[in-house]
């Protein structure tokens, strides 16, 4: 075959900026009688090559040429519509992208002011894997906390890539704002969901631990949940739950019942009481909690003192105060047979009273309408009852059956010379296993809930009247000392 080039290199320039070379090669056949056409085709076609070869150049004489290996074919058209025994081709090259080549690029930003990245590139076969990222990937090029999410190749017939990358900034982010929920009582909750980088995460959790002021939901927010799920390798949906931890009344609830009618003078003696409830936060406890007989007129009547004090801890760093109010004069039923020295007597009343345990206390986290567990847990301390892993999850707020145990007694001489023997019942362990007062039907894990005082005069004697309230641990769990300070 006879060779000839005649015209100089033609090239083209795309919207990418990629340049695209043209090359023309005359083909006649050799010697000057022609007479095998069929011969002649299959000669060209073996010499014309493949779409992704390297590009014949031709040399200086114009009837040689040699391999360009930094140019790839991608197309060939072989013509031989001027004469039978001459065939033009035309060949089309472009430069091999050894470094990727950008074609296209995009950014966006979202109503929840997440960031990404749409881009597209060419590249050769040849430097493909060691250029290419992994999902999850840090982006140095795309900017500070920029991510690789998604990756799709698409294979081109000249030996080069079409490669599409997601890019994602996981800057830490609080996405949207806010949610709001309040309850009847009085509680308000707010819930906020955070985009976080992997390596960020444990920063992100320490600072934002259970218990640790919300400064997002605003003042007094306190966190009381936690949860957390990956987004694909490389970062976090966190969200995080924060309860209003500022003091607030809850609700006041009046009770009126009738205590005795006397059979002689046909006397009726009312029990009238007032149970108001509090949420109060862990630095406000003890100024706000008001010892026993401190005036009550405030939330209750005229004249009423408070008679009982009750705290339970609610959520972290916020405590539920019970406070019950009565009237001083308040005392037990007068029986016609009360005996001439009842010194050191007592009595017991049994009632069926119902305890409800927090997703918490239990070890769980609610979300979504689930639970899952509460990360990093710690039974030992932070469950009300021992057990050696997470209580049941129909035990959160179902009302568990407990009993009740009052046990009244009577020492002789007023309540202030009797001090030591309520400070003893105080000081000593608030948790007991065993038989209450030695009765094997009271046998149980016991929880002192409630102790007070009332001056008793019987007979022109003083008498201190000692009531006391021991709760048994449902489902026959025992309770934990650990939890309750004991």
């Known amino acids: 075959m006879q060779l000839t080039h005649k015209n100089n290199i033609g090239f083209s320039i795309d919207a990418a900026n990629q340049i695209y070379r043209t090359v023309i090669w005359e083909i006649l056949p050799d010697g000057g009688n022609f007479e095998n056409w069929d011969s002649f085709r299959g000669e060209v076609e073996a010499w014309v090559g493949q779409i992704g070869d390297p590009l014949k150049v031709p040399n200086p004489d114009s009837s040689s040429y040699h391999l360009d290996e930094d140019w790839v074919v991608t197309s060939i058209k072989a013509d031989s519509g001027q004469m039978r025994n001459l065939y033009t081709v035309t060949y089309a090259a472009r430069r091999k992208n050894l470094d990727a080549l950008m074609s296209a690029y995009s950014f ?50 000249e030996g080069e890539w079409d490669v599409r990358l ?24 707010r819930t906020a969901r955070w985009q976080v980088a992997a390596e960020q995460i444990d920063n992100f959790l320490a600072v934002n631990d259970i218990g640790m002021s919300a400064a997002w939901a605003g003042e007094d927010y306190v966190i009381s949940a936690r ?12 969200t995080l739950t924060a309860v209003y931890s500022g003091m607030r009344l809850l609700d006041i609830r009046k009770s009126d019942r009738l205590r005795y009618i006397s059979f002689g003078s046909g ?142 007694s009577y020492k002789s001489g007023e309540p202030h010379t009797n001090v030591s023997l309520l400070k003893d019942w105080l000081d000593h362990d608030i948790i007991y296993n065993g038989n209450l007062q030695g009765r094997s039907s009271l046998n149980g894990s016991w929880r002192k809930v409630h102790q007070s005082v009332e001056r008793y005069v019987y007979q022109g004697e003083v008498w201190t009247r000692v009531i006391r309230k021991w709760e048994n641990a449902p489902r026959g769990y025992n309770w934990n000392p650990q939890f309750f300070g004991a």
């Open 227 to 238: 949860s957390y799920s990956g987004i694909g390798n490389y970062g976090y949906h966190v």
């Open 108 to 157: 966006q930003t979202n109503n929840n002011l997440e960031q990404e990245i749409s881009v597209s590139f060419i590249i050769n076969d040849e430097t493909l894997q060691s250029w290419l990222p992994q999902a999850g990937d840090v982006v140095i090029w795309a900017g500070e906390n920029f991510y690789c999410d998604n990756i799709a190749l698409t294979q081109k017939p």
């Open 267 to 408: 006397e009726m003696v009312r029990d009238v009481s007032y149970t108001g409830r509090w949420r109060v936060r862990d630095e406000d406890l003890e100024t706000f909690c008001l010892p026993t007989g401190s005036d009550a007129a405030s939330w209750s009547e005229s004249g009423f003192v408070v008679s009982s004090v009750e705290r339970r801890r609610s959520n972290p760093g916020e405590w539920e105060v019970t406070m019950i109010a009565r009237e001083p004069s308040y005392l037990y039923p007068r029986y016609s047979d009360v005996p001439e020295s009842f010194d050191g007597d007592t009595e017991s009343d049994v009632e069926l009273t119902y305890r409800k345990f927090s997703a918490a206390e239990c070890g769980w986290v609610s979300g979504n309408g689930s639970y899952s567990e509460y990360p990093e847990w710690n039974n030992s301390t932070q469950c009300p009852l021992v057990s050696e892993n997470r209580l049941p999850v129909n035990f959160i707020e179902n009302p568990l059956e407990c009993f009740t145990v009052t046990i009244v």
């Open 166 to 189: 997601k890019i994602r900034n996981m800057n830490t982010l609080m996405l949207g704002l806010p949610d709001e929920r309040k309850t009847g009582e009085l509680e308000s909750t």
